[in-house]
């Protein structure tokens, strides 16, 4: 709770017991959430998120030739790879000192936007919102379900489901409509993906200076005719979603308090402008605001800052609770930035991952994931930023920004509007996405549906774009580069989770360094040497709980809820385990500050 | 293992059922698990809904898209597998196997936790236990199949593939070797494919997968990358890619295509879209045992192919100069095509004299 400003409530005597889910399921990667409940006042005492995976990429890459790093960090993750193989093309750009032919620029945007359209589908609609279906909800609230049944769906007139609960059975997992129809439309965006960038997840197709994909009046047509058969889905999917959300507030008074934390997020921008980009540190703040999303820091609903190199500078690698030894007294690689800024020691260039592992110890070390923060210039504190799964985060500073303006998404300084064409079954739309109120469960949720028609809108705005080249003759998609003996990277790109950035540093024509950052040691970092938990500790721990179900048949659907709002991919970053509803251990203890036994 | 084989009853009729226990919890990224969710011939809902005639009632126990919450619920069929209580099921390995004999007292991964002890199960304790109890043992992807690319030399989890922790020689209790499906990631058609031979197989209604030395299923990877692309034409004509600008042959651009097992250039990535060399992005070999080494830097000639191309060279601008004047020849209509007032195609009307 270090990092959120709740007075503590007005507690019976705490019983707390421990409960722990390892590993969580329907999500990506080694997760384990390990908590202290307290049943008597209905919350979440403490908690602790741990992963139970190392593979140590930014040690077997060093000595590597430069050029192999997109090929081998897309491997980092099998959902988001592509992301990696982007963020290091544009870290390699930066170190080789080229720029990439608009074309290809065109064609890695599309790529992307198939990506995050892909992956937020298939991670809401088959992983998610199985937490919402009518199976799970009968399981742990039966008084939710019935109320269900008799409360119409307003936006029934798009997506055509009667109440809320056929929506939630459509959801049912394998035998739900809408869950059987998302794994049709995760293999028609993936198709998408695949004319892009060759194959999914990890890239054929994408190399420092651009792409082998050739650009061809039938690439654009064949990617146009498969976004236009996906977009009814998307219409009602926002429909869907904004309706199961909005009862959940209605029928649990008080579920705003489920995963919240305040307001602490990050967005390092995605899609690139060709016109703008240069990939020069130099000239970073100019292209990163040129971006389609924009990046930038918010902090308590205000933006801090929009500027990548600002953002950069601020990186802080923390340990505390992690199976590293620590690397200050390595010699530094980076020690300025090309535009003479000291670089931090904990920063990502001059990070050396040292690993050590040992035993699982809650008052001591007990993850493989680091702690990344970020040093607020003002207040010096170090941040645990979250990314609010992605989605969140970039809708958020998108609109703050107030800078984006296409005709098919556009900024306002308080939400983004979303322009989506007439469609087979649907007409035109503008969805209008707004500053919530909270950074909770459900906002994350919702997001993400809002953000799938963001991609939508985008990619049609990159068609036009890259077809109009094609017309004129632009063919070029690759442009040629030496490796120079000694250089340094930096790539910034929204993953789908959120937040991803690559520092390289080149010596001898090789990789000396390389720190990939991907969101989820972000939001599923463990503790930090100052004792500030993770963005999942911080959101679960003092949670409120709303299952109906007690100690002995607990379930833990409200803490699965706030885990997996934030999208946890832990190969990208780091492992929660139900001792069967079972408790484990009971103890009679204070409150807070009781370690797990 | 012997034993256990021998303790298993024939079958004679194949079973009814089936439970697949998949383990991601190795070296891995989950990206087969991914994979394999973008296949739809068949589809993984198509197996787990029963819809293909002939296949046992399948149990799907996979992490991502498991129904359950998690933890000891999710891992309750594991658990019983582990005691010899849930017969008969296919075990799934994705990701390649540490060397937990290196760690001391901690561990690299870890699939649930001891529930005496509390502390972390290793995804080789796991192996230990339901290797020998699984009536089939498939290896999805490179590095579950011979360590791949977390098996990288300076690696620092000594990881190694399937084979190289069971034995080469490990039989399954339903007298399989371990049936390794390699790529990065595997392509989803590849898997369900073998998957629905390995359960037609378990049904009665199939021999055992034919496999390779490599225990590769012979049908999908007894061929190389080159013999099914696309861009094969132009290394026969001495035509190579100079850069990635091209849509010519890339061998010299690092495409190491000639010399790799593998089908995705001649079956697309899924549903026939997408693909490596065949739309410009070079093989990095992905699904070969030598995965990444071997082939390493990627974007760099393959040694082989600079001799190869430099011999193709001579007859490849020769034939090449050949078809353009028979292209040229054969890009002409026939003369007697044309809109005057008489025919000139050779028919002789004979009733009209």
């Given at each position: 709770?270090?990092?959120?400003?709740?007075?503590?409530?007005?507690?019976?005597?705490?019983?707390?017991?421990?409960?722990?889910?390892?590993?969580?399921?329907?999500?990506?990667?080694?997760?384990?959430?390990?908590?202290?409940?307290?049943f008597p006042n209905q919350r979440v005492a403490e908690c602790h998120s741990t992963s139970s995976l190392f593979r140590g990429y930014s040690v077997f890459m060093r000595g590597k030739d430069p050029r192999d790093a997109g090929f081998i960090t897309s491997r980092i993750c099998?959902?988001?790879?592509?992301?990696?193989?982007?963020?290091?093309?544009?870290?390699?750009n930066m170190a080789y000192g080229i720029k990439t032919p608009p074309m290809a620029e065109w064609?890695?945007?599309?790529?992307?936007?198939?990506?995050?359209?892909?992956?937020?589908?298939i991670f809401q609609d088959n992983l998610i919102f199985v937490d919402f279906c009518e199976a799970m909800v009968k399981d742990t609230n039966p008084s939710v379900l019935a109320?269900?049944?008799?409360?119409?769906?307003?936006?029934?007139?798009?997506?055509?489901?009667?109440?809320?609960?056929?929506?939630?059975?459509?959801f049912n997992p394998f035998e739900g409509e809408t869950y059987k129809q998302a794994l049709k439309v995760s293999r028609i965006t993936r198709e998408m993906f695949c004319l892009m960038e060759g194959r999914h997840v990890h890239p054929s197709t994408l190399y420092p200076g651009g792409v082998g994909t050739m650009p061809t009046p039938t690439l654009f047509t064949d990617y146009l005719s498969r976004l236009l058969q996906v977009l009814d889905f998307v219409k009602k999917s926002v429909a869907l979603n904004d309706?199961?959300?909005?009862?959940?507030?209605e029928a649990l008074p008080g579920y705003e308090e489920v995963g919240r934390r305040r307001v602490l997020l990050g967005c390092w921008g995605a899609f690139q402008d060709p016109a703008v980009v240069d990939y020069r540190y130099e000239s970073m703040n100019a292209w990163g605001k040129a971006m389609y999303v924009t990046p930038g820091v918010v902090v308590d609903g205000r933006l801090v800052t929009t500027d990548?190199?600002?953002?950069?500078?601020?990186?802080?690698?923390?340990?505390?609770?992690?199976?590293?030894?620590?690397?200050?007294?390595?010699?530094?690689?980076?020690?300025?930035?090309?535009?003479?800024?000291?670089?931090?020691?904990?920063?990502?260039?001059?990070?050396?991952?040292?690993?050590?592992?040992?035993?699982?110890?809650?008052?001591?070390k007990y993850s493989w994931v680091m702690s990344p923060r970020w040093l607020h210039p003002e207040t010096g504190e170090h941040l645990a930023l979250d990314t609010g799964g992605g989605a969140y985060a970039r809708l958020y500073t998108t609109?703050?920004?107030?800078?984006?303006?296409?005709?098919?998404?556009?900024?306002?300084?308080?939400?983004?509007?979303?322009?989506?064409?007439?469609?087979?079954?649907?007409?035109?739309?503008?969805?209008?996405?707004?500053?919530?109120?909270?950074?909770n469960a459900i906002e994350r949720d919702r997001a993400r549906v809002y953000f799938i028609a963001y991609a939508c809108a985008m990619a049609l705005y990159f068609l036009e774009r890259a077809m109009a080249g094609l017309r004129r003759g632009d063919l070029k998609v690759f442009q040629d580069f030496e490796v120079p003996d000694a250089a340094i990277g930096v790539g910034f790109h929204e993953a789908v989770r959120g937040v991803l950035s690559h520092h390289l540093v080149i010596r001898d024509g090789m990789i000396a360094n390389y720190h990939p950052y991907p969101p989820t040691p972000w939001n599923g970092s463990p503790r930090d040497r100052f004792g500030t938990p993770g963005p999942y500790e911080d959101a679960i721990q003092d949670m409120p709980l709303f299952e109906e179900n007690g100690p002995d048949d607990f379930r833990g659907i409200d803490i699965m809820r706030a885990v997996r709002s934030f999208d946890p991919c832990l190969p990208c970053g780091v492992h929660m385990y139900l001792g069967g509803g079972r408790t484990l251990q009971q103890a009679h203890s204070p409150m807070f500050g009781a370690s797990h036994g | 293992m012997t034993a256990t084989r021998e303790a298993t009853p024939a079958r004679e009729a194949g079973f009814d059922e089936v439970h697949i226990l998949w383990i991601s919890e190795g070296m891995s990224c989950d990206g087969d698990t991914v994979s394999v969710t973008a296949c739809d011939q068949p589809s993984i809902e198509d197996v787990v809904t029963g819809v293909v005639p002939g296949l046992p009632t399948v149990h799907l126990h996979n992490k991502v898209l498991s129904p359950t919450l998690g933890g000891e619920e999710f891992l309750a069929p594991f658990r019983a597998a582990a005691e010899g209580e849930l017969t008969p099921f296919i075990l799934v390995i994705e990701g390649s196997i540490p060397n937990e004999k290196i760690n001391g007292e901690g561990y690299w991964t870890s699939f649930g936790n001891d529930p005496q002890t509390g502390e972390p199960l290793t995804l080789n304790w796991w192996l230990d236990r339901l290797a020998p109890r699984a009536w089939a043992t498939v290896a999805v992807g490179t590095c579950a199949a011979y360590g791949g690319i977390h098996a990288m030399a300076g690696n620092p989890t000594g990881s190694m593939g399937l084979a190289d922790y069971l034995g080469w020689d490990y039989r399954s209790t339903g007298g399989l070797p371990i049936v390794n499906i390699p790529g990065c990631p595997v392509q989803p058609e590849n898997f369900m494919e073998t998957l629905t031979w390995v359960l037609y197989h378990a049904a009665g209604a199939a021999p055992p997968p034919p496999l390779d030395d490599q225990l590769r299923p012979q049908w999908l990877f007894g061929r190389t990358v080159h013999e099914g692309c696309d861009r094969a034409g132009y290394y026969e004509q001495g035509d190579f890619a100079a850069d990635y600008n091209s849509p010519k042959c890339q061998v010299k651009i690092g495409c190491w295509g000639p010399v790799v097992n593998c089908n995705v250039p001649k079956r697309g990535w899924m549903r026939g879209v997408g693909g490596c060399p065949n739309v410009g992005g070079i093989c990095i070999a992905?699904?070969?045992?030598?995965?990444?080494?071997?082939?390493?830097?990627?974007?760099?000639?393959?040694?082989?192919?600079?001799?190869?191309?430099?011999?193709?060279?001579?007859?490849?601008?020769?034939?090449?100069?050949?078809?353009?004047?028979?292209?040229?020849?054969?890009?002409?209509?026939?003369?007697?095509?044309?809109?005057?007032?008489?025919?000139?195609?050779?028919?002789?009307?004979?009733?009209?004299?």
């Open positions: 709770m270090t990092a959120t400003d709740r007075a503590p409530a007005v507690e019976k005597p705490g019983q707390l017991i421990e409960m722990s889910w390892d590993p969580i399921t329907r999500i990506v990667g080694n997760l384990g959430i390990y908590t202290k409940i307290d099998g959902i988001c790879g592509d992301n990696h193989t982007t963020c290091s093309i544009y870290a390699q064609i890695i945007n599309l790529g992307e936007a198939a990506e995050y359209i892909f992956d937020h589908t109320r269900a049944e008799n409360t119409p769906a307003p936006h029934a007139d798009v997506h055509g489901y009667r109440t809320i609960a056929d929506i939630m059975r459509s309706d199961v959300f909005d009862f959940f507030y990548l190199v600002d953002i950069n500078l601020g990186m802080r690698i923390l340990l505390g609770s992690s199976y590293y030894e620590d690397w200050v007294g390595e010699e530094p690689f980076v020690t300025h930035d090309p535009l003479g800024n000291p670089v931090d020691m904990r920063h990502p260039w001059n990070q050396t991952t040292l690993p050590a592992p040992g035993k699982r110890d809650f008052g001591d609109a703050l920004a107030d800078i984006v303006d296409t005709p098919y998404v556009r900024s306002t300084g308080h939400s983004v509007q979303i322009h989506l064409p007439r469609s087979h079954q649907l007409p035109e739309q503008t969805l209008e996405w707004r500053i919530p109120l909270w950074s | 992905c699904t070969m045992p030598g995965f990444p080494d071997k082939f390493m830097p990627f974007m760099d000639m393959p040694p082989g192919a600079s001799l190869s191309s430099v011999l193709i060279k001579p007859y490849g601008a020769f034939t090449r100069r050949l078809r353009g004047i028979t292209n040229r020849t054969v890009n002409k209509e026939p003369k007697w095509r044309h809109n005057r007032d008489v025919l000139t195609s050779g028919y002789d009307p004979r009733y009209r004299r």
